[in-house]
């Protein structure tokens, strides 16, 4: 004679502080990762970089309201053309934070940083608009 039955089942759970609500405009926020910017290389379009600013800047498309943070994972400058590459990433990045939207910049293995591990941020020095 069986008197209950107890199913296993996950304890509740209290609400995580800053846990991820729901905006104003209904949508759940997002995180972009972009990556092989390459900015200041002369055989890499533009127009692409152009067409990312305007989705961000809600040009294109109301679900860039989504784009809670722009994470920019590595490959954001040509190598051959380090002064020119950072100028431009700069202004880029200036655009998206005008947008407002915060930006984190991981560097690559090829964007100008210390050789060190765990590798150093890229100086604000080099991003005077950006910073």
Same mark, same amino acid.
């Given at each position: 004679?069986? /008197? ?9 759970? $209290? &609400?995580?502080? =800053?846990?991820? @609500?729901?905006?104003?405009? =209904? #949508? ?7 990556? *092989?910017?390459?900015? +200041?290389?002369?055989? %890499? ?9 305007? #989705?961000? @800047? *809600?040009?294109?498309?109301? !679900? ?9 994972? +590595? =490959?954001?400058?040509?190598?051959? /053309?380090?002064? #020119? *590459?950072?100028?431009?990433? /700069? ?6 934070? &005008?947008? =407002? ?6 560097? *690559?293995?090829?964007?100008? %940083?210390? &050789?060190?591990?765990? @590798? ?9 608009? $950006? !910073?």
């Amino acid at each position: 004679h069986v /008197d209950d039955v107890y199913l296993p089942s996950p304890a509740p759970q $209290a &609400a995580v502080k =800053g846990e991820l @609500q729901k905006s104003s405009n =209904g #949508y759940e926020p997002c995180l972009l990762f972009i990556s *092989g910017l390459d900015c +200041g290389n002369p055989n %890499t379009s533009t127009m692409t970089r152009d067409m990312l600013l305007a #989705y961000l @800047q *809600g040009n294109l498309t109301s !679900s860039a309201a989504r784009v809670c943070r722009v994470i920019v994972a +590595g =490959g954001s400058i040509f190598v051959n /053309d380090v002064s #020119y *590459g950072t100028k431009e990433l /700069d202004s880029f990045l200036a655009q998206i934070c &005008a947008a =407002g939207i915060p930006v984190n910049l991981l560097p *690559g293995e090829d964007d100008p %940083t210390t &050789a060190n591990w765990p @590798q150093r941020p890229i100086h604000s020095s080099l991003l005077k608009f $950006a !910073s």
